[in-house]
């Protein structure tokens, strides 16, 4: 056994020993530290610092849980650095650090989101901001609000369904059968986390109204992506009723195992009430250590339950130390949120064996993306791989929250889950 453990230890890519950010690593976030620097030089030092940490490395052993965590003294602080870690001039991407004696960096008082160091930079920068400067304003919103996820006070609890799946098409459908949703909402609002984050943040408290749509807006990414897998499950037309389903997430990140529970796909038992037992398996390099990193099932899990396993390493490598050797059951579906493997040259090699071993055992998979954008360069790659794509287009319970393109504010936000591309087997 220790051996085994060992070989599975192997195959998780290693870390770069320095502070080496670059687009050839399979690490989103190694390739997400050298985008911030492609476009505004220096910034990913900033962040560091003001996470306290020397280098990159340092940062993804902080991840992973190999080293002390971030620390503040306080929740100031924290909000502050935070904060400061969007501090560069949005027009000629001066950071802290290079302004003139005497100059200092002034937010745009309309969405309290982007700086400029001086008055002529932010009249040059006008014509672009103001298209996003309305968003932008719910982004920074949402970027403080979004701690409520670590303090527990969300997601918050759903209802169970009086609908078929079937029916809930969209989030028009899902939202009328959350009848208490304001009560749950206010109770949120009253509590004495979000007291604490408004008296420590570095911007007046939003009205109640704001704060309210942006509760909705961060519940809403972290359903989206499990009404996402009940779409998935229905497009394929897997019966969750007639035999148990296994569901791999493949390329499964740190957004989706830091701080993820045992619970957190239950939605899936509002949504097939009296299924037959689904497990959900979390694969990827850089699945985060917790409660759901244990061994995924040999056999059927208990029925009208959601059992959720995690493994840290490569698809590909999951298939044949796991699957292969039967300590795995074959998945029903494989899903991918934002793969990314169009973005570098590090995603698309990381993500190759995996892609050609979907195609090649004809599994049904289901990814997501960002943009349309990336739906075109990501259907690209799966036409040059020869996927059979059968469907792609808008999703229907595509995220509500912004997602600002930090080094580049003025980029249109993106969102969540905005798209999808259903694909099995080889082209015939």
């Known amino acids: 056994m220790e051996n085994k453990s060992h070989n599975m230890a192997s195959q998780i890519p290693a870390l770069p020993q320095s502070y080496a950010p670059g687009p050839d690593s399979v690490f989103s976030d190694q390739s997400g530290f050298y985008s911030l620097d492609s476009n505004v030089p220096g910034l990913s030092r900033v962040i560091l610092n003001k996470l306290n940490m020397k280098d990159y490395s340092e940062y993804r052993a902080a991840v992973e849980g190999k080293a002390k965590g971030i620390s503040f003294r306080n929740y100031k602080e924290m909000f502050q650095k935070m904060e400061e870690t969007f501090k560069f001039c949005t027009c000629c991407n001066k950071l802290p650090e290079h302004l003139t004696e005497g100059q200092t960096l002034k937010r745009c008082i309309k969405c309290l989101n982007v700086y400029y160091c001086t008055k002529d930079c932010q009249r040059k920068d006008w014509p672009q901001h103001k298209k996003v400067c309305k968003t932008l304003r719910l982004v920074a919103i949402d970027r403080l609000v979004e701690w409520l996820m670590f303090t527990g006070d969300l997601p918050f609890p759903t209802e169970k369904w009086s609908k078929t799946a079937s029916e809930v098409k969209s989030?028009?459908?899902?939202?009328?059968?959350?009848?208490?949703?304001?009560?749950?909402?206010?109770?949120?609002?009253?509590?004495?986390?979000?007291?604490?984050?408004?008296?420590?943040?570095?911007?007046?408290?939003?009205?109640?109204?704001?704060?309210?749509?942006?509760?909705?807006?961060?519940?809403?990414?972290?359903?989206?992506?499990?009404?996402?897998?009940?779409?998935?499950?229905?497009?394929?037309?897997?019966?969750?009723?007639?035999?148990?389903?296994?569901?791999?997430?493949?390329?499964?990140?740190?957004?989706?195992?830091?701080?993820?529970?045992?619970?957190?796909?239950?939605?899936?038992?509002?949504?097939?009430?009296?299924?037959?037992?689904?497990?959900?398996?979390?694969?990827?390099?850089?699945?985060?250590?917790?409660?759901?990193?244990?061994?995924?099932?040999?056999?059927?899990?208990?029925?009208?339950?959601?059992?959720?396993?995690?493994?840290?390493?490569?698809?590909?490598?999951?298939?044949?130390?796991?699957?292969?050797?039967?300590?795995?059951?074959?998945?029903?579906?494989?899903?991918?949120?934002?793969?990314?493997?169009?973005?570098?040259?590090?995603?698309?090699?990381?993500?190759?064996?995996?892609?050609?071993?979907?195609?090649?055992?004809?599994?049904?998979?289901?990814?997501?993306?960002?943009?349309?954008?990336?739906?075109?360069?990501?259907?690209?790659?799966?036409?040059?791989?020869?996927?059979?794509?059968?469907?792609?287009?808008?999703?229907?319970?595509?995220?509500?929250?912004?997602?600002?393109?930090?080094?580049?504010?003025?980029?249109?936000?993106?969102?969540?889950?905005?798209?999808?591309?259903?694909?099995?087997?080889?082209l015939q």
């Open 171 to 426: 989030w028009d459908d899902w939202l009328p059968m959350q009848e208490d949703l304001t009560s749950r909402l206010e109770a949120i609002l009253s509590g004495s986390n979000t007291t604490t984050l408004w008296k420590n943040a570095s911007r007046p408290r939003p009205d109640d109204t704001d704060l309210r749509q942006s509760l909705w807006r961060i519940q809403s990414e972290f359903l989206s992506r499990v009404l996402t897998v009940g779409m998935a499950i229905q497009h394929f037309g897997l019966d969750p009723y007639a035999k148990p389903l296994t569901i791999h997430l493949a390329g499964a990140s740190h957004n989706e195992t830091m701080g993820a529970r045992l619970t957190d796909y239950d939605e899936l038992n509002h949504m097939f009430p009296a299924h037959q037992g689904i497990e959900i398996v979390m694969v990827g390099p850089e699945v985060v250590d917790g409660p759901i990193v244990r061994p995924p099932l040999r056999a059927f899990g208990p029925k009208k339950m959601v059992y959720i396993s995690a493994y840290k390493g490569l698809y590909h490598q999951f298939w044949e130390d796991v699957v292969e050797k039967e300590e795995a059951a074959k998945p029903d579906l494989v899903v991918g949120f934002h793969p990314g493997f169009h973005a570098n040259q590090g995603l698309v090699e990381g993500w190759l064996p995996t892609l050609l071993l979907l195609r090649d055992f004809n599994i049904p998979s289901f990814f997501t993306v960002f943009s349309e954008l990336e739906l075109k360069y990501s259907l690209q790659i799966l036409l040059e791989l020869e996927m059979h794509i059968r469907d792609s287009g808008p999703n229907p319970f595509i995220s509500q929250k912004p997602e600002q393109v930090q080094a580049c504010p003025n980029k249109p936000p993106v969102y969540c889950n905005s798209h999808y591309i259903c694909f099995q087997g080889l």
